[in-house]
């Protein structure tokens, strides 16, 4: 069985997936942000190591032609990373949770074309923005610095989590692309209107609107 055949087969249970660590009471993590931008954005570089990864591995699969196999599974939380360039060689990963962590670029993980599942909250990332990964089903940005949608187009992605970043405005989330998106959750942004949701399978739709400034 390939990779592909295990990826079409998967079915997320959200409810297992997203409430492990969602038991956090909301204001815990908005004071825990809050608490982060009264220090300076500066830290000091702590890349990823090869030690650190294989802590955080598990859930050993077949891949390929089902001869080989591999761990599937990283999860590298709290761990005051800065730099996550070591992921573009784990090509086989498809559980991925890098949340607490200090970072501000996820571009390596556009090399895990059979990521299922990412869970990068409470970061500082200013952008969501990633290479369109065929397999992604789920995937929580919540508590970052994100400014927009932009960038977002996983043709299989069913839950998407931005609440509690600065997101003003909605743009770039295609219907043409984002054609399995059920749930989308926003509360906690800074959202001035609704244009730009416009999804054809959406179910679920979390948010708030920003009161308009009382005129003078």
Request: charged fraction near 30%.
């Amino acid at each position: 069985m390939s990779d592909e055949d295990d990826l079409d087969d998967f079915d997320p249970d959200q409810d297992d997936l997203e409430r492990e660590d969602d038991e956090k009471d909301t204001e815990d993590w908005e004071d825990y942000r809050k608490e982060g931008d009264e220090y300076s954005e500066e830290w000091m570089p702590t890349p990823l190591t090869e030690d650190m990864a294989k802590e955080g591995l598990s859930l050993l699969c077949k891949t390929g032609n089902g001869l080989a196999h591999a761990y599937v599974k990283l999860e590298v939380k709290e761990r005051d990373l800065t730099d996550i360039s070591l992921l573009r060689s784990y090509i086989h990963l498809r559980y991925v949770d890098v949340s607490e962590n200090h970072l501000t670029d996820l571009s390596p993980l556009n090399h895990l074309t059979h990521l299922l599942w990412l869970k990068a909250d409470a970061n500082r990332l200013r952008s969501a923005r990633l290479s369109e990964l065929p397999y992604l089903q789920i995937a929580s940005f919540a508590y970052n610095q994100i400014t927009d949608t932009e960038g977002i187009s996983h043709p299989r992605l069913g839950s998407l989590d931005l609440k509690g970043n600065r997101i003003r405005l909605v743009t770039g989330l295609d219907p043409q692309n984002l054609i399995s998106l059920h749930t989308l959750e926003l509360r906690g942004n800074q959202l001035e209107s609704t244009l730009g949701i416009n999804l054809p399978k959406l179910k679920n739709l979390y948010l708030e609107i920003k009161d308009a400034a009382p005129e003078t």
